[in-house]
């Protein structure tokens, strides 16, 4: 059974616009969420995280949310640029607090693609 | 230089034959990971190592082995490869509670024929 579902396997959005790609969970053990970015032939680099005590973190044109109640996450991009142009991988970690025992629970990926 | 450290990028191998992937890491961390990602199924874990002593399953460890000979380097080895352990494999260190996660090698592409 899959703990973290990234359910758009694909998403296309128009340079400059915002793009929302979205994650659920359903491991209530899960307490830290990190999103990963990665380009074709490059290991996935760190994007943004988010702690299960917030309900929002900000970077610069990246934004997590976190809704504990409906066990979904998303990550919003604004503006969208070409070099944004990824997979984006949802992960999740239980126990963060106490070391995160058991790793990162990853998703399946969503190919984001910036139209020009 | 980069921070971890993957070998060989690129890799053809027989069925039946054992190879092993390498992985080297400068950033002084205690924990270290073996992943594997296929098309539509994201990345899974193989083995992890919070220490030199300390060897643990993932997800999918059934075909694979992997030695911790130092903090620096982790290993894993397909004894006897098969086609459908062609993936690309991604190596991973961390450290307790870092709130940037894992640092990923860039890959090793297998492929089994």
């Known amino acids: 059974d899959q703990q973290v579902k990234q359910n758009s396997p694909s998403l296309s959005v128009q340079e400059g616009r915002i793009s929302i790609l979205n994650c659920d969970y359903t491991?209530?053990?899960?307490?830290?969420f990190l999103w990963y970015k990665k380009y074709p032939a490059e290991g996935p680099t760190f994007l943004i995280s988010?702690?299960?005590?917030?309900d929002k973190n900000e970077d610069g044109r990246f934004t997590v949310f976190l809704n504990k109640s409906a066990k979904h996450l998303s990550l919003h991009i604004v503006p969208s640029q070409p070099g944004d142009s990824a997979v984006y991988f949802c992960?999740?970690?239980?126990?963060?607090?106490?070391?995160?025992?058991?790793?990162?629970?990853f998703g399946k990926g969503t190919h984001l693609i910036i139209q020009p | 230089d980069a921070d971890v450290t993957q070998t060989p990028r690129n890799r053809i191998t027989k069925t039946g034959k054992r190879i092993m992937l390498e992985c080297s890491q400068t950033?002084?961390?205690?924990?270290m990971y073996w992943y594997r990602q296929d098309p539509g199924l994201g990345l899974r874990l193989i083995y992890y190592?919070?220490?030199?002593?300390?060897?643990n399953k993932g997800e999918i460890s059934d075909g694979y082995s992997v030695s911790r000979q130092a903090q620096a380097k982790f290993s894993l080895s397909l004894e006897s490869a098969i086609p459908n352990q062609t993936a690309l494999y991604f190596c991973?260190?961390?450290?307790?509670?870092?709130?940037?996660?894992?640092?990923f090698g860039s890959g090793t592409r297998l492929t089994v024929v």
């Open positions: 190592s919070f220490d030199v002593k300390d060897i």
């Open positions: 991973a260190t961390s450290t307790q509670g870092a709130t940037d996660g894992y640092t």
């Open positions: 988010i702690s299960s005590i917030k």
């Open positions: 950033k002084g961390h205690d924990r």
């Open positions: 992960a999740a970690s239980a126990n963060f607090s106490g070391g995160g025992a058991d790793g990162l629970t």
């Open positions: 491991n209530s053990m899960f307490d830290y």
